[in-house]
């Protein structure tokens, strides 16, 4: 199983951006998916995450700005990002929790620019 982030880009700030992130097969246990960022020189921290009965956790430098989504038949995690800050610019990565070790995609470069 491969977790595929997309949605990326460059962003002036203010606007808004839109992350998805779907299993190529299916996660038998699956408990919780996640999005994570890493910021060059820094260590990767927890942004938002989201359980399958739908209980949502935010870091609290997002919260307000941020939403976590999930589709439960699709083992897809999606991130609405409104408001963005140049503080926001990092590599985003989902992660999916289940019942082996966890798996993490790629990651997706989000640029906050004017």
């Known amino acids: 199983v491969q977790l595929q982030a997309s949605g990326g880009g460059l962003v002036q700030p203010g606007k808004s951006l839109s992350l998805s992130c779907t299993s190529s097969?299916?996660?038998?246990?699956?408990?919780?998916m996640g999005w994570y960022r890493q910021a060059p020189g820094k260590q990767r921290d927890l942004v938002a995450d989201?359980?399958?009965?739908?209980?949502?956790n935010y870091a609290d430098s997002v919260k307000g700005r941020f939403t976590i989504a999930m589709d439960n038949a699709k083992n897809t995690v999606y991130l609405q990002m409104n408001n963005l800050k140049p503080e926001d610019t990092a590599v985003y990565y989902c992660?999916?929790?289940?019942?082996?070790?966890?798996?993490w995609g790629k990651g997706t470069l989000v640029t906050v620019s004017s």
């Open positions: 992660r999916a929790v289940w019942l082996g070790p966890d798996y």
């Open positions: 097969g299916s996660i038998p246990g699956l408990s919780k």
């Open positions: 989201i359980s399958r009965s739908g209980n949502t």
